[in-house]
Protein backbone atom coordinates (compact mmCIF):
# COMPACT_ATOMS: atom_id res chain seq x y z
CA UNK A 1 0.00 0.00 0.00
CA UNK A 2 1.31 2.99 -1.06
CA UNK A 3 2.62 5.54 1.73
CA UNK A 4 3.10 8.85 -0.17
CA UNK A 5 0.48 9.97 -3.11
CA UNK A 6 -0.19 12.30 -5.45
CA UNK A 7 -2.75 13.66 -7.47
CA UNK A 8 -3.09 14.42 -10.65
CA UNK A 9 -0.50 12.36 -11.83
CA UNK A 10 -1.06 14.26 -14.60
CA UNK A 11 -1.98 18.06 -15.34
CA UNK A 12 -2.33 20.22 -18.63
CA UNK A 13 -2.49 23.67 -17.60
CA UNK A 14 -2.90 27.14 -19.52
CA UNK A 15 0.03 30.08 -19.26
CA UNK A 16 -2.17 32.39 -15.81
CA UNK A 17 -3.91 29.76 -14.17
CA UNK A 18 -4.03 28.21 -11.34
CA UNK A 19 -3.07 24.92 -10.38
CA UNK A 20 -2.76 23.19 -6.66
CA UNK A 21 -0.46 19.94 -6.54
CA UNK A 22 -1.68 17.67 -4.34
CA UNK A 23 0.45 15.04 -1.69
CA UNK A 24 -1.24 12.90 1.07
CA UNK A 25 1.39 10.63 3.67
CA UNK A 26 0.21 7.85 5.97
CA UNK A 27 4.11 7.64 7.10
CA UNK A 28 3.58 10.02 10.09
CA UNK A 29 6.48 11.57 9.15
CA UNK A 30 6.65 15.13 10.33
CA UNK A 31 8.88 16.31 7.49
CA UNK A 32 7.67 16.56 3.86
CA UNK A 33 9.15 17.97 0.80
CA UNK A 34 8.03 19.24 -3.06
CA UNK A 35 10.64 18.96 -5.39
CA UNK A 36 10.79 19.21 -9.22
CA UNK A 37 13.01 17.35 -11.58
CA UNK A 38 13.99 18.44 -14.86
CA UNK A 39 16.51 16.88 -17.50
CA UNK A 40 20.18 18.18 -16.61
CA UNK A 41 19.13 19.54 -13.54
CA UNK A 42 18.06 16.18 -10.88
CA UNK A 43 15.63 16.93 -8.27
CA UNK A 44 15.54 20.69 -6.72
CA UNK A 45 13.73 21.34 -3.84
CA UNK A 46 10.90 23.86 -3.62
CA UNK A 47 9.53 24.05 -0.60
CA UNK A 48 9.52 21.40 2.44
CA UNK A 49 7.48 21.63 5.69
CA UNK A 50 8.73 20.22 9.72
CA UNK A 51 4.77 20.02 10.59
CA UNK A 52 1.37 20.52 10.08
CA UNK A 53 1.12 24.91 9.73
CA UNK A 54 4.89 25.21 9.06
CA UNK A 55 6.17 25.64 5.39
CA UNK A 56 9.90 26.53 4.58
CA UNK A 57 11.15 28.00 1.35
CA UNK A 58 13.59 25.24 -0.64
CA UNK A 59 16.55 26.52 -3.07
CA UNK A 60 13.39 27.55 -6.23
CA UNK A 61 10.56 28.62 -4.29
CA UNK A 62 9.94 31.39 -6.77
CA UNK A 63 6.50 31.48 -8.27
CA UNK A 64 5.55 28.74 -5.92
CA UNK A 65 3.60 28.65 -2.81
CA UNK A 66 2.94 25.56 0.01
CA UNK A 67 0.57 24.63 1.83
CA UNK A 68 0.67 22.07 5.24
CA UNK A 69 -3.24 21.80 6.78
CA UNK A 70 -2.46 18.81 8.46
CA UNK A 71 0.30 15.77 9.35
CA UNK A 72 -1.13 14.26 6.31
CA UNK A 73 -1.47 16.72 3.46
CA UNK A 74 0.90 19.10 1.95
CA UNK A 75 0.33 21.20 -1.43
CA UNK A 76 1.70 22.73 -3.50
CA UNK A 77 0.05 26.09 -5.43
CA UNK A 78 0.98 27.58 -8.34
CA UNK A 79 -1.09 30.49 -8.34
CA UNK A 80 -0.48 32.45 -12.00
CA UNK A 81 1.35 29.04 -13.59
CA UNK A 82 3.98 30.00 -16.69
CA UNK A 83 5.47 27.64 -19.33
CA UNK A 84 8.74 27.67 -17.17
CA UNK A 85 7.00 25.50 -14.87
CA UNK A 86 6.26 23.00 -16.87
CA UNK A 87 8.32 19.65 -14.84
CA UNK A 88 7.81 16.67 -13.07
CA UNK A 89 6.78 17.29 -9.56
CA UNK A 90 7.56 14.97 -6.49
CA UNK A 91 6.46 14.69 -3.00
CA UNK A 92 8.09 13.22 -0.09
CA UNK A 93 8.02 12.29 3.18
CA UNK A 94 11.06 11.73 5.94
CA UNK A 95 14.09 13.09 6.98
CA UNK A 96 17.71 13.38 6.65
CA UNK A 97 18.12 9.53 6.71
CA UNK A 98 15.59 8.33 4.74
CA UNK A 99 12.75 10.23 2.26
CA UNK A 100 10.19 8.33 0.55
CA UNK A 101 8.72 9.29 -2.60
CA UNK A 102 5.45 9.46 -4.29
CA UNK A 103 5.32 8.80 -7.56
CA UNK A 104 5.87 12.14 -9.24
CA UNK A 105 2.96 14.47 -11.56
CA UNK A 106 3.61 15.64 -14.62
CA UNK A 107 2.45 18.75 -15.04
CA UNK A 108 2.23 20.77 -18.59
CA UNK A 109 2.20 24.37 -18.97
CA UNK A 110 0.64 25.62 -22.28
CA UNK B 1 26.25 25.20 -0.76
CA UNK B 2 26.41 21.71 -0.61
CA UNK B 3 26.44 19.59 -3.84
CA UNK B 4 26.92 16.29 -5.84
CA UNK B 5 28.38 15.47 -8.99
CA UNK B 6 27.84 12.24 -11.00
CA UNK B 7 28.41 10.29 -13.99
CA UNK B 8 26.52 12.14 -17.09
CA UNK B 9 24.09 9.61 -18.55
CA UNK B 10 23.08 7.86 -20.50
CA UNK B 11 25.25 4.65 -19.60
CA UNK B 12 24.19 1.85 -21.85
CA UNK B 13 25.64 -2.17 -20.84
CA UNK B 14 24.85 -5.17 -21.36
CA UNK B 15 23.48 -8.39 -19.53
CA UNK B 16 25.98 -9.32 -16.94
CA UNK B 17 28.68 -6.67 -17.23
CA UNK B 18 29.90 -4.38 -14.63
CA UNK B 19 28.91 -1.23 -13.76
CA UNK B 20 30.20 2.11 -12.44
CA UNK B 21 27.96 5.08 -11.82
CA UNK B 22 30.73 8.12 -10.06
CA UNK B 23 29.33 10.24 -7.59
CA UNK B 24 31.68 12.80 -5.92
CA UNK B 25 30.13 15.44 -3.27
CA UNK B 26 31.19 18.78 -1.66
CA UNK B 27 29.45 19.42 1.89
CA UNK B 28 30.07 22.87 3.27
CA UNK B 29 27.19 22.74 6.01
CA UNK B 30 28.30 19.41 7.63
CA UNK B 31 31.93 17.47 7.82
CA UNK B 32 30.52 14.10 7.32
CA UNK B 33 27.36 13.88 5.38
CA UNK B 34 24.70 11.07 4.81
CA UNK B 35 25.13 9.16 1.62
CA UNK B 36 22.76 8.01 -0.21
CA UNK B 37 22.02 6.27 -3.74
CA UNK B 38 18.08 6.70 -4.92
CA UNK B 39 16.68 4.81 -8.11
CA UNK B 40 13.55 5.57 -9.78
CA UNK B 41 12.18 2.72 -12.06
CA UNK B 42 9.75 3.77 -15.00
CA UNK B 43 6.64 4.92 -14.06
CA UNK B 44 7.46 4.84 -10.05
CA UNK B 45 8.84 7.54 -7.46
CA UNK B 46 12.20 7.27 -6.28
CA UNK B 47 12.81 4.61 -3.71
CA UNK B 48 16.55 4.56 -1.49
CA UNK B 49 18.48 2.17 -2.68
CA UNK B 50 21.52 2.56 -0.34
CA UNK B 51 22.73 4.79 2.68
CA UNK B 52 25.73 5.42 4.51
CA UNK B 53 25.97 7.66 7.11
CA UNK B 54 29.54 6.83 8.59
CA UNK B 55 32.74 7.57 6.75
CA UNK B 56 34.43 4.52 5.40
CA UNK B 57 32.18 1.84 5.52
CA UNK B 58 30.45 0.32 2.59
CA UNK B 59 26.37 -0.15 2.00
CA UNK B 60 25.16 -2.62 -0.72
CA UNK B 61 22.30 -3.69 -1.39
CA UNK B 62 20.31 -5.57 -4.68
CA UNK B 63 23.65 -6.69 -5.39
CA UNK B 64 25.01 -2.63 -5.99
CA UNK B 65 27.66 -1.39 -3.75
CA UNK B 66 28.73 2.35 -2.67
CA UNK B 67 31.75 2.98 -0.13
CA UNK B 68 31.27 6.32 1.35
CA UNK B 69 35.30 7.84 1.00
CA UNK B 70 35.75 11.13 2.66
CA UNK B 71 39.19 11.51 1.39
CA UNK B 72 38.39 11.61 -1.95
CA UNK B 73 34.61 12.82 -1.67
CA UNK B 74 33.58 10.32 -3.49
CA UNK B 75 30.81 7.88 -2.77
CA UNK B 76 30.34 5.75 -6.75
CA UNK B 77 28.22 3.19 -7.22
CA UNK B 78 29.10 -0.43 -8.59
CA UNK B 79 27.26 -3.60 -9.12
CA UNK B 80 29.52 -6.29 -10.55
CA UNK B 81 26.82 -8.37 -13.46
CA UNK B 82 23.86 -5.76 -14.30
CA UNK B 83 20.63 -7.04 -15.25
CA UNK B 84 17.88 -6.03 -17.70
CA UNK B 85 15.52 -5.03 -14.85
CA UNK B 86 18.58 -2.51 -13.34
CA UNK B 87 17.26 -0.08 -16.49
CA UNK B 88 16.56 2.66 -14.14
CA UNK B 89 17.85 6.73 -12.76
CA UNK B 90 20.42 6.41 -10.41
CA UNK B 91 20.66 9.30 -8.04
CA UNK B 92 23.36 10.31 -5.76
CA UNK B 93 22.08 12.10 -2.40
CA UNK B 94 23.46 14.05 0.28
CA UNK B 95 21.95 14.83 3.33
CA UNK B 96 22.67 15.51 7.50
CA UNK B 97 22.38 18.99 8.08
CA UNK B 98 20.12 18.91 11.38
CA UNK B 99 19.52 22.87 11.02
CA UNK B 100 17.50 22.16 7.65
CA UNK B 101 16.50 18.58 7.54
CA UNK B 102 17.42 18.74 3.81
CA UNK B 103 18.77 16.36 1.02
CA UNK B 104 20.79 17.40 -1.72
CA UNK B 105 20.25 15.44 -5.22
CA UNK B 106 22.55 14.91 -8.04
CA UNK B 107 21.33 15.18 -11.48
CA UNK B 108 20.43 11.59 -12.01
CA UNK B 109 22.66 8.92 -13.94
CA UNK B 110 19.98 6.94 -16.58
CA UNK B 111 20.68 3.54 -16.91
CA UNK B 112 19.88 1.30 -19.81
CA UNK B 113 20.65 -2.52 -19.68
CA UNK B 114 20.67 -3.97 -22.77
CA UNK B 115 19.75 -7.80 -22.73
Known amino acids: EAAVTQSPRNKVAVTGGKVTLSCNQT?????MYWYRQDTGHGLRLIHY???????EKGDIPDGYKASRPSQENFSLILELATPSQTSVYFCASGDIYEQYFGPGTRLTVL | GDSVTQTEGPVTVSESESLIINCTYS????????LFWYVRYPGEGLQLLLKVITAGQKGSSRGFEATYNKETTSFHLQKASVQESDSAVYYC????????????FGTGTRLQVLP
Open chain 2, 93 to 104: ALGGSSNTNKVV
Open chain 2, 27 to 34: ATSIAYPN
Open chain 1, 49 to 55: SYGAGST
Open chain 1, 27 to 31: NNHNN
